[in-house]
């Protein structure tokens, strides 16, 4: 249950909500200050900014009602009272990438890549300081822990049967680390491309969803609140889009690859690596779902296959961008 955090009159304000807005508000900021610091349009970085909010909320009201659609009486009910109920981080995306297209087709800027480049690194600051929102309520956390009792890898929580505490995984705690490190390890990498003018516009909205889907595709494994296909109640729906992020990223690195270098043999091996990693860490999702108290070695497997994936597409873009750079020199922005 959520904590009260204060009281305006004899409507009670949460921390779940005190916290989310902290973390709309952080991630808006960063994105002004990021995207007009490069010389974004104006109009279209103020414009974005509403659009998104509204999109998001309505998508992440959307994806939480198809997932947990039992929490709600129907969903008339769950898409016009947004004072009640749950959201989904999955609909942020989708509002944030459609408000981007949305100001890009009234030809408020021209440039769809440098938008998403913005957004990517201010969502990582947006999500370090969201996830936290878990501190206040029981949801977010794993499985039960004997030998961890403190953050960030425990957070106690009552058991809704018996009342006892028990110390479970703080998977929000893990959550919000990955994220601030994707932000900083992300604006280092945007700021230093940019100084350096050698980095492509796209880049980093792609190497954020390589890293970012590659983690959610292990810590969403571990949550016991995640939300599943309706079609078979098990498949989490953010670990398939957490794959799908990190295949889009290995998929469009690949064709700059290819068009720098030209198709070579050599070039399928490094797919094919790839796709084992993937399937490895897809065959230790079942292996520890079978055999859960065997989860800290299903999971360290699981990071390494997929981390080897991150490495190898890393690389992928490394032979993509040494012959970009060295017939094109700096890029045109």
């Excluded at 970085?45 to 929490?71: K, N, T």
């Amino acid at each position: 249950m959520d904590k009260v955090a204060f009281y305006s009159g004899s409507t009670a304000v949460y921390w779940n909500s005190v916290i989310l807005t902290l973390a709309a508000a952080t991630a808006i900021c960063f994105f002004l200050a990021f995207y007009l610091g490069k010389g974004g349009n104006g109009a279209a970085g103020f414009a974005v900014v509403p659009v998104s909010m509204a999109l998001s909320l309505v998508f992440a009201r959307f994806f939480h009602w198809y997932c947990q659609s039992d929490s709600y009486t129907g969903f008339s009910a769950a898409m016009t009272n947004y004072a009640e109920g749950g959201y989904a981080l999955m609909g942020v995306f989708l509002g944030c990438v459609l408000a981007a297209a949305l100001t890009r087709v009234l030809c408020l800027h021209r440039n769809l890549p440098e938008m998403l480049d913005a957004m990517s690194i201010a969502g990582c600051a947006g999500m370090a300081v969201g996830r936290l929102s878990a501190l206040f309520n029981s949801s977010d956390r794993g499985q039960v822990l004997t030998n961890f009792r403190s953050l960030p890898i425990a957070y106690p929580v009552n058991n809704a049967v018996s009342g006892a505490v028990e110390y479970r995984l703080a998977t929000f705690a893990l959550q919000s680390i990955v994220a601030l490190a994707l932000f900083i390890g992300l604006t280092v990498f945007y700021r230093k491309g940019q100084k350096r003018g050698k980095l492509k516009d796209g880049d980093t909205c792609l190497v954020f969803l390589l890293f970012y889907g590659a983690s959610q595709v292990v810590l969403d494994s571990t949550r016991y609140d995640s939300l599943f296909f309706r079609s078979n109640g098990f498949v989490s729906v953010v670990q398939v889009l957490g794959a799908l992020a990190l295949v889009l990223a290995v998929i469009l690195f690949s064709r700059r690859m290819v068009k720098a270098r030209g198709f070579r043999a050599w070039q399928i091996l490094l797919w094919l690596l790839i796709a084992a990693a993937i399937g490895g860490a897809g065959y230790m999702e079942y292996y520890v779902q079978r055999r859960g108290n065997e989860a800290m070695f299903a999971y360290s497997v699981m990071s390494a296959c997929l981390m080897l994936a991150v490495c190898l597409t890393l690389f992928i873009r490394h032979l993509a961008v040494s012959v970009e750079r060295r017939y094109y020199g700096a890029y045109h922005r």
